[in-house]
């Protein structure tokens, strides 16, 4: 089975800490994604890649970095993090571009 | 305009009946993907598909790529289908844009 692992399920920052979220998919999947839910606005793409060290901005990058060092990596930056960055992050992966997605479990962000 | 539309946004259904989900999007895709999102928050994708209809158990989704819409069925509906489901349609790189869900309560 596939396996998407994101570190923290529960995290609790402070305005204008750096914040890192982490995930790892355990299948050799070359796209990783990540994406915030909000109430009433649903999944958007923040950022995605399609190989190591390739990134590409999705409908809402302002605000994010991201890091793929490692094909089973991608990291999510939150450089000066946000109240408007409370949400639910998600992340996902697949063998291939418009192949099925294997979501992580989610992790709900609190910025404070 | 949203480029994807759901709809019902909420439907509540008693167990056994027949429920129907739809999505109409208004761009060319490389892919329609069917997810359901539990409470508590994990997203299992149910269906990715590109032409014509696909079947899983009781859930079976179909296509119209002329009419740009899909359906999402639930034939003999339990209260364990009670989640939110959501469409998502793809460009050739996996990046996907969603509807905003439609939230179904299935009750005994």
């Known amino acids: 089975d596939v396996k998407v692992t994101q570190s923290s399920r529960y995290l609790v920052k402070r305005t204008g800490e750096k914040v890192f979220l982490e995930c790892v998919q355990d299948?050799?999947?070359?796209?990783m994604f990540w994406y915030r839910q909000d109430p009433g606005l649903g999944l958007r793409l923040i950022y995605f890649?399609?190989?190591?060290?390739?990134?590409e901005k999705g409908d809402i990058p302002e605000g994010y970095s991201v890091s793929r060092e490692k094909k089973e990596r991608f990291s999510l930056i939150l450089e000066s993090a946000s109240t408007n960055q409370t949400s639910m992050y998600l992340c996902?992966?697949?063998?291939?571009?418009?192949?099925?997605?294997?979501f992580g479990p989610g992790t709900r962000l609190t910025v404070l | 305009k949203n480029e994807v539309e759901q709809s019902p946004q909420n439907l509540t259904a008693q167990e056994g009946e027949f429920i129907t989900i739809n999505c109409s999007y208004s761009?060319?895709?490389?892919?329609l993907h069917w997810l359901q999102q539990h409470p508590g928050g994990g997203i299992v994708s149910l269906f990715m598909?590109?032409?014509g209809k696909k079947k899983h158990g009781r859930l079976i989704a179909t296509i119209n790529i002329q009419e740009k819409h899909s359906s999402l069925h639930i034939t003999a509906s339990h209260p364990r289908d009670s989640a939110v489901y959501i469409c998502?349609?793809?460009?050739?790189?996996?990046?996907?844009?969603f509807g905003k869900g439609t939230k179904l309560s299935v009750k005994p």
């Open positions: 996902a992966s697949s063998f291939w571009g418009p192949d099925t997605q294997y």
């Open positions: 299948m050799d999947h070359e796209n």
């Open positions: 890649s399609y190989d190591v060290k390739m990134k």
């Open positions: 761009v060319g895709i490389s892919a």
């Open positions: 598909l590109s032409s």
């Open positions: 998502g349609i793809g460009g050739s790189q996996g990046n996907l844009i």
